[in-house]
């Protein structure tokens, strides 16, 4: 048992150029690729994926929505999706009904669990909403939705925790 070697790990050391192949890969920010599947409302550029670096587990990419702009309803499969927002107000809306709101400002992540139907909006009537994507496996899933009736006035979601008091509560 302790004599137990990994054999892959010593492969690596007897090319003297693997790493230099097989390493960190800097994608820059103008040699994003718009290849990928798109909504209604928003453009994805893809950065990290199989076909660019090799990633097995991982897709990220970013996603710009104009100024007003809601897109389609959609959800992305088995994935999980996190959204970072850099600039801008993101609002979410999501359920069956996209009956749930919540808003997110830059600085913040939010997190899209596997199936659910949901709506990025970006509710600054005047700059563009810019968010980095990344989700947990490299296939680019994408299930618009087509046939969902809205609810109009959506339920806000509130981040409420020991940290986080609702925006109505007494102080």
Same mark, same amino acid.
Not at 73 to 98: F, Q, T
């Given at each position: 048992?302790?004599?137990?070697?990994?054999?892959?790990?010593?492969?690596?050391?007897?090319?003297?150029?693997?790493?230099?192949?097989?390493?960190?890969?800097?994608?820059?920010?103008?040699?994003?690729?718009?290849?990928?599947?798109?909504?209604?409302?928003?453009?994805?550029?893809?950065?990290?994926?199989?076909?660019?670096?090799?990633?097995?587990?991982?897709?990220?990419?970013?996603?710009?929505?104009?100024?007003?702009?809601?897109?389609?309803?959609?959800?992305?499969?088995?994935?999980?999706?996190?959204?970072? #927002? !850099?600039?801008?107000?993101?609002?979410?809306?999501?359920? +069956?009904?996209? @009956?749930? /709101?919540?808003?997110? =400002?830059?600085?913040?992540?939010?997190?899209?669990?596997?199936?659910?139907?949901?709506?990025?909006?970006?509710?600054?009537?005047?700059?563009?909403?810019?968010?980095?994507?990344?989700?947990?496996?490299?296939?680019? #899933? !994408?299930?618009?939705?087509?046939?969902?009736?809205?609810? +109009?006035?959506? @339920?806000? /979601?509130?981040?409420? =925790?020991?940290?986080?008091?609702?925006?109505?509560?007494?102080?």
């Amino acid at each position: 048992m302790g004599d137990h070697h990994d054999d892959e790990h010593d492969d690596h050391h007897q090319d003297a150029d693997y790493w230099k192949h097989n390493g960190v890969r800097v994608i820059k920010g103008n040699q994003l690729d718009d290849n990928t599947p798109q909504t209604p409302g928003m453009y994805r550029q893809a950065a990290i994926t199989t076909a660019r670096v090799g990633a097995q587990k991982i897709w990220a990419g970013t996603v710009t929505i104009q100024p007003n702009a809601k897109t389609g309803v959609h959800h992305h499969g088995a994935l999980e999706s996190v959204i970072y #927002v !850099v600039k801008g107000k993101a609002r979410m809306r999501w359920g +069956e009904r996209l @009956e749930y /709101v919540a808003e997110a =400002d830059a600085g913040d992540f939010i997190f899209v669990p596997p199936y659910v139907p949901h709506q990025e909006i970006n509710a600054d009537p005047a700059n563009p909403l810019e968010c980095v994507l990344v989700r947990s496996d490299d296939t680019a #899933v !994408v299930v618009n939705i087509t046939d969902v009736d809205p609810v +109009e006035k959506p @339920e806000e /979601v509130y981040w409420v =925790d020991p940290i986080h008091t609702h925006p109505d509560a007494k102080s």
